[in-house]
């Protein structure tokens, strides 16, 4: 079992930034890839980005290219996503989610995180 736990969201101004971190338990950390997921009102969940378990491999989703980077470090059982240049449309509960395989991520997360919400103002 892997727990995972988000920190960071809040409410910034279009073109601000904000970290976002996850937390997760267990020893096996690197053997994950992790990824950030998020899903804005009225809309149904979206890949954002992923990492392989030693951070290799990251993949984005087109919407956040050049302005959110991924990234992680194994030592403290933690990922992180820095967004940049934020946009009203990336408003949204952003969610922390793992897989063994950083090819299956994407699609088919095996644990979530429970969420934390970013507010974009305009």
């Known amino acids: 079992q892997v727990q995972l736990v988000e920190s960071g969201g809040g409410l910034v101004q279009t073109g601000g930034s904000l970290r976002l971190s996850c937390a997760a338990s267990?020893?096996?950390?690197?053997?994950?890839?992790m990824g950030w997921f998020r899903q804005a009102p009225g809309k149904e969940r979206e890949f954002v980005t992923a990492v392989s378990g030693f951070g290799g491999m990251t993949r984005y989703a087109d919407s956040v290219k050049g302005r959110f980077t991924i990234s992680r470090d194994n030592a403290k059982n933690t990922m992180y996503l820095q967004m940049n240049s934020l946009k009203p449309e990336d408003t949204a509960v952003y969610y922390c989610?793992?897989?063994?395989?950083?090819?299956?991520?994407?699609?088919?997360?095996?644990?979530w995180g429970q969420g934390t919400q970013v507010t974009v103002s305009s």
């Open positions: 267990g020893r096996t950390f690197s053997s994950y890839a």
């Open positions: 989610a793992a897989h063994r395989l950083f090819s299956d991520l994407g699609s088919r997360p095996e644990y």
